[in-house]
């Protein structure tokens, strides 16, 4: 079936140290997968996308990778913040007819001092 | 600054009544969607408009009701067939083109009175 799930429901760390939040997903003919991170009270904000043809994707103190072996897919974020505590989503498209987002149930991430 | 916008931020229901849930985009986006999130949980679709004056129901349309009369609104009506209306409900938009983001709104919460 169709299906994003996340390992982790809570993780907690250290201001400073990196952060490795994880998502397995389903179905092997998706090409395309997006992290977003949502803030309480707000609405999920776009962070990093990467697409299937893809291992490994950075942005700023964010990397993406993907594993299309194991249909796994990891956000790691460098010298995690206090700002960086939020829940964060992994999502899948299907991008067959129209961008059908999959979502998992999110990891929270939280950051002490 | 480009972006949607969903009003009210909060939102009582009565029993028995009706009440919308306002979605406004200035991305110039074609598509537009429509999710539910409960506590703890991702996001589910309720429905999905591809261009205006064409939606579609998406995985938990019963009890819900949309119209797409202009390609920057997308409002949501929460009928009193859904029993169980209490949730956070996002918006977002996207372009048609395949493997795009959807950006979403800040949310509206409805609560039951």
């Known amino acids: 079936g169709e299906s994003v799930g996340l390992h982790l429901p809570t993780l907690s760390v250290q201001e400073g140290d990196n952060s490795i939040i994880n998502c397995a997903y389903s179905?092997?003919?998706?090409?395309?997968f997006i992290w977003y991170k949502q803030e309480s009270g707000k609405g999920p904000q776009f962070i990093i996308d990467i697409r299937s043809n893809m291992d490994k994707r950075q942005g700023q103190r964010v990397t993406v990778l993907l594993n299309k072996t194991v249909k796994h897919l990891s956000l790691q974020i460098a010298a995690t913040q206090p700002g960086d505590s939020a829940v964060y989503f992994c999502?899948?498209?299907?991008?067959?007819?129209?961008?059908?987002?999959?979502f998992g149930a999110g990891t929270r991430l939280a950051v002490h001092p | 600054d480009g972006g949607i916008t969903q009003s009210p931020k909060y939102l009582f229901r009565k029993e028995g009544q009706n009440v919308t849930l306002s979605c406004e985009q200035n991305l110039n986006h074609d598509a537009m969607y429509w999710y539910r999130q409960d506590p703890g949980q991702g996001l589910r679709l309720i429905y999905y408009s591809q261009i205006v004056n064409d939606f579609q129901k998406g995985d938990i349309a019963e009890g819900y009701s949309v119209s797409r009369e202009k390609k920057e609104s997308f409002p949501l009506t929460v009928t009193s067939a859904q029993k169980n209306p209490t949730a956070f409900y996002l918006c977002a938009s996207s372009t048609q083109t395949d493997n795009q983001p959807q950006h979403f709104g800040d949310g509206t919460r409805l609560s039951i009175l």
């Open positions: 179905n092997s003919a998706s090409d395309y």
């Open positions: 999502a899948e498209i299907f991008s067959g007819g129209y961008n059908k987002l999959i």
